[in-house]
């Protein structure tokens, strides 16, 4: 890693979160955040500065808690999203996290819904990871758990690549959409 001072922490922190690819590790983004925290003195001081939640904070920081085999899968970027750290770092017996950790980068896939499944087989009940999203959420951020069979979830991805964003994106798009022509729909009804 290049040597931390504020400016570099700073520009790391900002080319990695307010753009939708990052160019370096987690790990990096997780030193340049312990860095200003230690530099300002808090999380929150850091959230104010770069403009983002305390919350998004401490989640950027989460690789440095992890065991540090986990954290060379994240340096490599064989582990490189946000979630799937979370996910491991919601187990807290430090074996089940590695177990979790190099199921998942050994998994033929590296989608979120199969680090789900891999979570299960760690030892993470369904109702301890809801509980755990659940409360991890920003207030603002609301989830909503919807079961797809295998034939629609790959439709639904497919046309997310095609359209160039995320699954989740798409299916917000889709609602939002629907909602407001329901709307009109019901402003015409009530108008006649």
Known sequence: MTEMNEETALSILFANTKRK????DLITVAQSCKYLADLYGS??????KVGLSTEMIRELMLPLELPREIQKLISSREIDSIDKVKEISALKDVSRQIVAANEFINASTKDVRDMKRLMKKAGLPA?????IILEAKPKDLHIFVMDFDE???RLLLEHAKKKKIEPAELVRNIVSNWLKSEK???KKREEM
């Open 21 to 24: 690819k990052r160019y370096v």
């Open 43 to 48: 999380k929150e001081a850091v959230a104010e």
């Open 127 to 131: 109702e301890k990871a809801k509980e």
């Open 151 to 153: 034939d629609t979830y």
């Open 184 to 186: 009109a729909v019901n």
